[in-house]
């Protein structure tokens, strides 16, 4: 029935911890791919908008270049016109038609790109030209306007030879040149959609397009020589000649082209940022699942008690015998793999979570006590705390009790770290010495300012750090500072206790100079306390059989 219900309550427990345990990995998920998608897209959204700016520049030069050519060209035939008419009248002055005058002006015509006809006039009437004849004459109509130096403009000419051309004629002194107006706007047709015109800049009058062109778009002109803007369909670009005042042209690209271009790029930018986001992702996803975990995993390892503790002897150097030892923790996880504490104990600092383990640190010591230690006549167990131990109201308590059911000695060990931690640290060590537990200032040496801590602070044992050991009768630059401690110690009245002994030559070294206690390898490593009786039982100092 007890059975039973043990049972029950421990399926209950695996269980709650179980969903805990998925619980906070789902959080961690949930965080982590949030994460991810964000840091994908970011670079995403940085490269599209990128791709926006180098589209809009790449089309507004575009658009501008059009515009100049439109312009070129409508200068060039502008320029020819004015040639071809000014070469045959000095070749012809005044003179009539003539089948010599015919066969020059087909010559000159055929020479100029954008002139189609050259003529010779009468009035309003052509009766011959550069395509022979004319026989009745041809009427032109009169002219459009007279420009300031005495042409004739007909600006929307329909010559009727081809009357759905449009042409634009120039004539002066009896002679006349045709050209074909939409010559300037013919472009190369590449792109689809693109809007090309030409127009009188003073009047904003159209002289030819090849679409629908709002009038609006040449007004913004002003007095510049070149502006380019954004409609809602169009990006356009509108610019004047500089050399002929009559001559501006327009152009205007649909903002679809644009698009496709962003588009263009964007595809080429996703790759670039889904790949950067994919790396920042992992690197996120990682850091979460390290940081998060730990703190769950131990956790998780106070429920589960996956934490034990091992023993390491602590010798009498005299006698080499075994006075006590140092409970040591270790932390066995579910997957077979341990875990020292020098990884997980100051996670557990950091994260709030040291006293829990301490606590059940204590715990487990005081059934190896009960169990094995106090088998043994005036033992000493010596136990690591940390400084939220030391300020903890629950934890000063349970190591009081602790030592009050030990037979021997019971210690605490504290660095100078705990020490610059804890706020009030020499009233609690004053409490703990008056509660009858002993206190040993931990890696000597190793921190800041010892001396004034040793001076200030009442400790009973003082342990000399390994790397101090280490040192003994080798080369090192830290080969004498192990005999100052000595002396200092020796002057405050601490017993001394060396830690990290791993040769005969080091013990022989302490032992001369009258270091009271040690602990290595050199005497035994941390076991576990059922082992501690099988391996250590001869060097058990008063161990009675
Ligand atoms: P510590 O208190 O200075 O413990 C001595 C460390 O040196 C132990 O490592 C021990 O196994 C190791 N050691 C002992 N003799 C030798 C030797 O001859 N050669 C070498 N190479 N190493 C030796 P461990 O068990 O990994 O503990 C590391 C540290 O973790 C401890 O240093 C202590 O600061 C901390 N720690 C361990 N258990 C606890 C605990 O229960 N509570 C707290 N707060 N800290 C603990
Ligand atoms: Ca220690
Ligand atoms: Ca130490």
Redesign the pocket.
Known sequence: MRYAEALKLQTRYFYASKIEYYMTRIKTLQLTIALAVLSAIGPILAAEYLAYQQGLRIETEHVLRYVNDVIHRSDRTTYQINESKGQIQAEFPGQACSEQMIARMSTIALEKEFVEVIGHMNGNLMDCSSLGWHSPPIDLGPPDQTTRVGNSLRADLHFPLAPNVPMVSLDQDGFVAIANRSLSIDLSDEEVGVRFATFTPTTGEIRSSNGTIDPEWLTRLGQEKQISFITDSFIVGVGRSEDILLTAAVAAVPLSTLHERVNEFTWLMVPIGLFSGLILAALVAFLARQHLSIGTEIKLALRRKEFY??Y?PIVRLHDKKIIGA?????WKRQDGTTT???VF?PEAEKLGL?TK??HQ?IELIEKDVRRHFNDYPNFKIA????AA?LESEQTRPLIKKLAEKINGECTV?I?ERVLLDAKHSADRIEVLRKDKISVAL??FGTGYSSLSYLQTLQFDYL?I??IFVDAINTQAATNHVVLHIIEMAKTLGLAIQA????TEEQARFLAERNVEYA????FG??VQASDFSVVFVGAIANYKE
Do not use: C, F, Y
């Open positions: 503790a091992v390491q140092e409970a040591l923790l270790r020292m504490p020098d104990i040291i383990i301490t640190l136990i690591n705390i940390s131990d060990e660095t931990d890696d342990k750090d390994k830690e990290g002994v791993e602990q290595g390898w050199l490593k941390p």
